[in-house]
């Protein structure tokens, strides 16, 4: 896109990032709009967050962000520098001078220095990719699942630049074009290397009520011991401009991370838009031991890597698995690096270095105990030798800061039990449904499968709920008291609603065989071994033992006559009937 006639003295195309709007941004009274870098700042208090075209856009538009303000504030260098900002409404101000003196660099359309592109970048044979290539929502060979059906013919310029930062994060690995100039080509083709840096990880940060918070809030000290930073950092725009081979080199610190050159690109455009894009693999980097590095991620100890490099420990990024939400996993948010650890034995787990972080603020007194951020989670799940995206994670966790606290790890562990609750309880649950398949004759894997699903599904929300409350309780095992309560009344719904949908067939019941013996099963058995269960899990419940008397509970359920004659309106109940009537329980805020 050329410049409006009498905005700019240049003759060539530009499309200036620092003051072209690009990015998607929500505001607080939640409308959406599109802003430029400038804008970003200078009205970042009242935004409630940045919008991507997906959420892993958002992850990496957010890593760019942060890498240009710890790079404009050259800071924080400590935690007091750190509350001079936070309390300073102006502290991002020094941005504006910044963006001026690189506003070069991030110029998408820049001859020679186009923002995270390689100026000529061309393959030998002069091939130009599709856009679909840096696209991420338009699967290869699967156009019937586009939004953007039947394939992207062109970009806008600020959609291009969204999907330019996304492909350095994101890309998928695969073959790719070889680049004229690149030492790793072999018969015009290099072989996979891997995906995008970000793609590699679980990605988590703090979230704030409004943009200004969020970057603040994961915006960490460079003397930050868990962190390894050196004087030096520095983001990609202010490196020499990539060529179109490779190049292996330690990392820096968190604004080289953020801004790693994974892919070497090439924007084709004309005066309306971008319509081609040359893409191949960038800069390697491997993720084994870069904890002290990477501050976006938990982390796992490998012990295979180990095995392998006779090397203890080794680290790897601990990716999200898209079948689990967030709330289940709290213990690795919130688990101290210490309590990780057993003995002299290095820890199996490492919460992410920005929740660390958030841990030492409140520990400190720079943020009060009951201060609310969201924990979000988000990240890549590829498939078919991470050649394709198949699902991507988008979750959050709302909790008090003080379950990042160092020296009182009560409210913590409360939160981790009760997550443990529900696990539990939602196992029994399971159990539940695959005896009362088997007393009825029927596959009971799949049953099981369902009714997790459906228990996990209904304690979410009230578990969300509990948790985001929990600081407010002078005395968290009141809580955890009162979760048990609420977990015992909505699985107990809902077991209600599997026994009166089992059919006549488990009412009669059968013989059945386990590892353990051969016995008769039925429904009121397999009732009687469920509350059983869970009286056992929930324990510390004074009333718990009351079961036969709640009638929530079905204690005293009249057990119905079995039938020979058709389906009854009892049986044709489903787990999806079940779930309808679960709704969030009051005295979880008790």
């Known amino acids: 896109m050329t410049e409006p006639p009498g905005t700019s003295s240049r003759t060539i195309p530009s499309f200036d990032l620092t003051s072209r709007p690009w990015i998607g941004v929500l505001r607080q009274d939640g409308s959406e709009d599109e802003l430029s870098l400038r804008q970003v700042f200078a009205h970042v208090g009242g935004l409630r967050r940045i919008v991507g075209d997906l959420a892993t856009q958002e992850f990496a538009l957010l890593r760019l962000l942060l890498a240009v303000a710890h790079d404009a504030l050259q800071g924080p260098r400590d935690i007091e520098d750190w509350a001079d900002l936070w309390s300073d409404p102006e502290c991002f101000a020094p941005v504006e001078t910044y963006l001026d003196t690189h506003r070069r660099r991030f110029d998408l359309l820049d001859p020679d220095e186009p923002f995270f592109q390689t100026a000529g970048l061309r393959t030998a044979k002069g091939e130009v990719s599709p856009l679909n290539r840096i696209v991420a929502d338009v699967p290869n060979g699967e156009p019937f699942f586009t939004a953007r059906m039947p394939t992207v013919t062109r970009l806008t310029f600020a959609e291009a630049a969204r999907w330019v930062v996304h492909a350095h994060a994101f890309d998928t690995s695969g073959i790719k074009s070889g680049a004229l100039g690149d030492a790793r080509v072999k018969g015009g083709k290099v072989y996979p290397l891997g995906t995008g840096w970000a793609g590699g990880l679980g990605g988590v940060f703090a979230e704030g009520e409004t943009l200004r918070e969020t970057l603040l809030l994961n915006l960490m000290a460079a003397d930050t011991e868990e962190m390894e930073i050196a004087e030096d950092d520095r983001p990609a725009w202010r490196r020499e401009p990539c060529g179109p081979g490779g190049s292996e080199r330690s990392v820096t610190g968190p604004r080289d991370l953020y801004t790693w050159q994974s892919r070497r690109l090439r924007l084709h455009h004309d ?218 009344r909505l699985i107990g719904r809902l077991s209600d609603g599997l026994i009166e949908g089992a059919g006549d067939a488990a009412w009669q019941g059968r013989t059945v065989t386990d590892k353990q013996s051969t016995r008769w099963l039925n429904t009121g058995l397999a009732d009687t071994w469920f509350r059983r269960r869970l009286a056992r899990l929930l324990t510390g419940l004074n009333d718990i033992g009351e079961d036969r008397d709640d009638e929530r509970f079905g204690g005293d359920r009249p057990a119905p006559a079995p039938s020979n004659g058709p389906e009854t309106a009892r049986s044709a109940t489903t787990v999806s009937d079940i779930d309808d009537r679960v709704t969030p329980d009051p005295e979880i805020l008790v």
């Open 271 to 488: 005066a309306n838009g971008v319509h081609g894009v040359v893409l191949g693999y960038g800069d390697p980097l491997a993720s084994r031991n870069m904890h002290r590095r990477e501050p976006m991620t938990a982390w796992r100890r490998s012990t295979a890597q180990e095995k392998k490099l006779r090397r203890t420990p080794v680290y790897l990024p601990r990716e999200h698995d898209p079948a689990q939400s967030a709330w289940r996993g709290i213990a690795s948010l919130v688990a101290d690096r210490a309590e990780a650890a057993q003995g002299a034995e290095a820890a199996k787990y490492l919460r992410p270095a920005i929740l660390e972080w958030v841990s030492r603020l409140v520990t400190e007194g720079h943020l009060p105990r009951h201060f609310l951020i969201r924990a979000r989670v988000i990240g890549a799940a590829y498939g078919t030798q991470q050649s394709v995206i198949d699902d991507i994670v988008d979750d959050h966790v709302p909790m008090p800061v003080v379950l990042l606290h160092r020296q009182d790890r009560t409210y913590a562990q409360q939160a981790v039990g009760a997550a443990e609750d529900a696990d539990l309880a939602v196992r029994a649950l399971g159990d539940l449904a695959a005896d009362l398949a088997r007393a009825a004759g029927r596959d009971h894997e799949g049953p099981r499968r369902t009714a997790r699903a459906v228990g996990f599904d209904a304690l979410e929300e009230p578990y969300r709920t509990w948790l985001s409350v929990l600081a407010e309780a002078d005395d968290p095992f009141e809580r955890r008291t009162a979760w048990k309560r609420s977990v015992r």
